[in-house]
């Protein structure tokens, strides 16, 4: 028995650490740097307990408990409590993908591929694939637990003891444990390896969800969220080992009915019935828009989230922000106080440009999207039909433009919102949206540099990704560190009247619409002369 | 009448010339083949008729339209099938048919489905799924079911099996039937042989030869099976023979230019024949003989259709 199951195991041990030698080491130090880099930026950025106290108090408000967990220690909200209150959850959800991402390539994926058959032809047993999988992460995330343990504890910092620093690690490591294994149980279950990784994410998604009302509403929620277990710990707190013990143990439980459902189904198959799909297409598909909205729906829902999120987590802050700005150097650098207005409202520009310019990204990528099908050879089948290239171009640029406006209006409408619950006077929703819309012509600028490139230069298209990149740094960090003014102008962003700091400037903004106007023009043009090639 | 027209066609990438003055036409009605080894550049004079590439110079046209300028207007009437279908692996095999009829306007269900049940296809399955075979099924159903009078298929059955490439083959007996015109470029020769009523062989961008499979047989030889009652003699010295081979029980194989065949004829017939088999140059015999001519030369081809 233990042979027909678990023969030569090691040497696939081996072989996946082989296989991951870059991918692993990448994932482990990437979240050690992370965590590390967060607790030192802490220390930096809050010389006295005092100023922690007053970033504490604008923690103190239900839509910061609900995204990143309960705050044990906001009542002497030392470094450790808040590492432990604003990066555990956000580490614990990172650790998870990784163990999803992992345990699904060794296992469904190569199933599916038909790579674990030609190991199973040879002398290997029946689940030494899925073990050696399991083994590996095990020893990954153990790793991963001490790595961070062992590094909080060594930067020496007041309130990170030794107990507290191992006890964060080990709430991540055996969150990690726990998905590896539920992951496992889905790649039993689902015959497919998107199946896998999709309901496996779900239970991610729903056990954020869980402890998230949890947590703001009735705390014996929480404890049935895997991610509620990582905050339960209290680390730096109250530290509470009893969470890791809890997770260790279900996943035990989990790990033996994985090997048991391995041992029962065949080669390939799975327990959930993969339903067929559609065998028509639906009348919303047959168009180049249609077809354009259909392949990017998920990436569209995913980022509409996304910027909801980003609205409220922004919002949930405004409400304590004239009390936590006096307490900040830094802040202070960035947004010099003028005369009339409060910082509050001075603050608002700051995060309407971020707000927009991380609205562009989805913007562009949709709009790349038209030149990563090209690449793909999937162009030629529609333009080897009656689709004109405009109406290609035309339908993804469409697209492009009417969701970089979505995507705005809900980052405003999360702010909005979560700023009426915590502010005592709360800020209109038009004059939000006003301060945010205005950037839109910029947005356009930028989507039209994308159409400019693929009709063009399409070789350089990933250019105005980087030009992206260089007006989020020259408009963010252009106030604290000086920049001259030229270098600003550069960016379409540098020119958006910054309401309500500024009047509404006319001149401006017709100036961008027009520049994007022959940016686009020029791109289609380009599009209609060029080679398509793939 | 001519549906297609290449004439003097060439296309540069950068300093490659991948097509050199290529002349090409396909008459309405016809199965026409053009075959050649991988980067003879099948593909790019395919890409070219499609629009999706623009010719260096020369004049590119189908129904006697550009097929730059017009070719929103050409694809309506013309379907295309390429040697390596990529799919979106998200959609269902039956979704991307459907969207591939629908762009070039008109959907004929009960066409579909009857196509769909002919080449064995399962359409409530995701792209990502199919292997390499049942993708490029998808594309002929989409092009079989479509009332287009122009076929451009690029190598179509390099992934199916022999069932279906039997279907595929029916499928353009039918249209040719209906009057339609096919360009079928191919690397299966006996293919080619048995559907195309003229073929064009193309090389490094260049067309070496061309017409009907009769009139190419012209330019080759003839393979002959002799056995005599009195031993053959002075065979080697007459003009146009090659590759003598003796064989068993006094029989002797060789080769013979097919202008030659008379005179070697006679020849024999002095030494009282007892058997002699000769067998027609097959498309392969006249492919090869272009290509193992110049295999030295044909190094630089392009990246072919993948």
């Known amino acids: 028995m233990w042979k027909q199951e678990f023969h030569q195991t090691g040497k696939l041990i081996r072989f996946i650490l082989k296989r991951d030698r870059l991918r692993l080491p990448i994932w482990l130090v990437s979240l050690v740097f992370l965590t590390m880099i967060t607790a030192s930026s802490f220390t930096e950025l809050y010389h006295s307990q005092e100023e922690r106290q007053a970033m504490a108090e604008t923690m103190r408000n239900p839509a910061m408990t609900a995204m990143v967990g309960p705050g044990y220690g906001l009542d002497n909200y030392t470094v450790g409590a808040m590492m432990s209150h604003q990066m555990l959850l956000f580490s614990a959800v990172l650790v998870a993908i990784m163990n999803i991402l992992l345990i699904v390539r060794h296992t469904r994926t190569d199933e599916e591929e038909g ?25 990954a995330n153990i790793l ?4 961070i343990g062992v590094g909080l504890y060594s930067m020496r910092i007041e309130s990170m003891d030794l107990n507290g620093s191992l006890l964060y690690g080990a709430a991540l490591g055996a969150t990690g444990i726990f998905f590896s294994a539920v992951t496992a149980l889905f790649a039993q279950l689902s015959q497919h390896s998107r199946g896998a990784v999709g309901y496996s994410m779900t239970v991610l998604g729903l056990s954020y969800l869980l402890r998230a009302i949890g947590d703001v509403s009735n705390e014996t929620l929480s404890w049935f969220s895997p991610l509620g277990w990582a905050t339960g710990t209290k680390a730096y707190v109250a530290n509470d080992w009893g969470p890791v013990v809890l997770a260790g143990v279900i996943s035990i439980i989990i790990t033996a009915g994985v090997l048991y459902l391995n041992r029962l189904r065949d080669l390939g198959s799975g327990f959930l019935p993969s339903n067929p799909g559609k065998k028509h297409a639906s009348l919303l598909l047959l168009s180049p828009l249609g077809l354009a909205l259909r392949l990017q729906r998920t990436s569209i829902i995913s980022w509409a989230i996304g910027m909801y999120l980003l609205g409220v987590s922004y919002g949930s802050v405004l409400g304590d922000l004239e009390s936590f700005f006096a307490s900040s150097d830094i802040m202070n650098d960035m947004l010099p106080p003028v005369e009339g207005l409060s910082l509050t409202e001075q603050f608002l520009t700051m995060i309407m440009a971020v707000i927009s310019m991380i609205c562009t990204v989805p913007a562009l990528l949709f709009m790349l999207k038209v030149k990563g099908e090209e690449k793909q050879s999937r162009t030629e089948h ?38 009426v619950s915590t502010m005592e006077d709360p800020i209109a929703f038009l004059s939000l949206f006003k301060g945010a819309v205005v950037y839109l012509p910029a947005i356009w600028v930028m989507i039209g540099t994308a159409i400019f490139l693929i009709g063009l230069v399409p070789s350089l298209t990933s250019l105005s990704l980087l030009y992206l990149g260089y007006s989020f740094f020259i408009v963010y960090l252009g106030g604290m560190m000086q920049f001259p003014e030229w270098l600003s102008s550069l960016s379409p962003f540098g020119h958006v009247p910054q309401i309500p700091m500024e009047d509404f400037n006319l001149t401006a903004v017709l100036l961008l619409l027009g520049v994007s106007a022959i940016l686009t023009a020029a791109g289609f043009a380009g599009y209609r002369r060029r080679d398509i090639t793939g | 009448m001519s549906v297609l027209i290449l004439n003097n066609v060439t296309k540069n990438f950068g300093k490659f010339t991948a097509l050199n003055g290529v002349n090409l036409e396909v008459n309405s009605g016809e199965v026409y083949g053009f075959i050649g080894p991988n980067g003879a550049g099948k593909s790019t004079a395919i890409r070219i008729l499609l629009g999706l590439i623009k010719a260096t110079s020369g004049e590119a046209q189908i129904f006697g339209r550009n097929v730059w300028k017009d070719a929103v207007e050409i694809h309506q009437k013309v379907a295309y099938v390429p040697g390596d279908v990529n799919l979106w692996p998200n959609l269902t095999g039956g979704e991307v048919i459907d969207l591939f009829m629908k762009m070039r306007g008109g959907l004929n269900k009960s066409r579909r489905d009857e196509l769909i049940q002919r080449f064995n296809l399962d359409p409530s399955k995701k792209c990502r799924t199919y292997s390499k075979g049942n993708r490029q099924k998808i594309a002929l159903i989409a092009a079989f079911a479509s009332e287009a009078d122009l076929y451009i298929l690029d190598e179509p059955t390099s992934g199916l099996d022999p069932l279906m490439e039997k279907i595929f083959q029916e499928c353009v007996l039918e249209a040719k039937a209906e009057g339609k015109s096919i360009l079928l470029s191919s690397h299966i020769l006996s293919e080619v042989e048995k559907l195309c009523d003229r073929i064009a062989i193309i090389r490094q961008g260049v067309i070496i030869e061309s017409g009907t499979l009769n009139e190419l047989r012209h330019l080759t030889r003839t393979h002959l099976l002799v056995k005599t009652k009195q031993p053959l003699t002075d065979l080697e010295q007459l003009n146009g023979v090659y590759d003598m081979e003796k064989k068993e029980h006094g029989v002797l194989s060789f080769q013979i230019d097919s202008d030659a065949l008379d005179s070697v004829i006679r020849h024999i017939s002095q030494f009282e024949l007892i058997k002699l088999e000769s067998s027609p140059p097959t498309l392969e015999d006249l492919f090869m003989k272009h290509y193992e001519e110049k295999e030295d030369a044909s190094r630089t081809g392009a990246g072919g259709v993948s």
């Open chain 1, 382 to 419: 529609l333009l080897s039909r009656a689709v004109s290239r405009w109406k290609l171009l035309g339908s993804y640029a469409l697209l492009s433009s009417f969701f970089s406006f979505v995507m705005i209006l809900l980052a405003v409408t999360g702010l909005w919102s979560a700023s």
């Open chain 1, 144 to 147: 991963l637990a001490l790595l």
């Open chain 1, 115 to 139: 790579r674990i058959e030609l190991i199973r032809s040879l002398p290997v047993g029946r689940a030494s694939t899925l073990t050696a999988s399991l083994v590996v992460l095990l020893a």
